[in-house]
């Protein structure tokens, strides 16, 4: 399954950072990001809950860049 979602970010250096670190998430099977259009496209690993990863992408985002934001 993929889905997008909206980002917030400053700048592009810190949108590769973000994601390096969607893509490391369990249960993410691939993840990029697009500082132009402010979007995270993510394509889940069979099976799992979409939510749950999200929120694992996002604190693993957070931890990168402390200033961004994945709206879930």
């Known amino acids: 399954m993929k889905k997008s979602y909206k980002i917030d970010v400053d ?3 810190c949108a590769d950072k973000m994601e ?3 893509a ?4 993410v099977k691939s993840a990029s ?3 132009m259009t402010l ?3 993510v394509e889940f690993e069979d099976g799992q809950d979409a939510k749950a990863v999200m929120q694992a992408v996002r604190d693993n985002c957070k931890k990168v860049e402390e200033d961004c934001e994945v709206y879930i």
Do not use: D, Y
């Open 20 to 22: 390096v670190a969607a």
């Open 11 to 13: 700048c592009a250096a």
């Open 33 to 35: 990001v697009n500082f």
């Open 24 to 27: 490391k998430t369990p249960g």
């Open 39 to 41: 979007k995270m496209n």
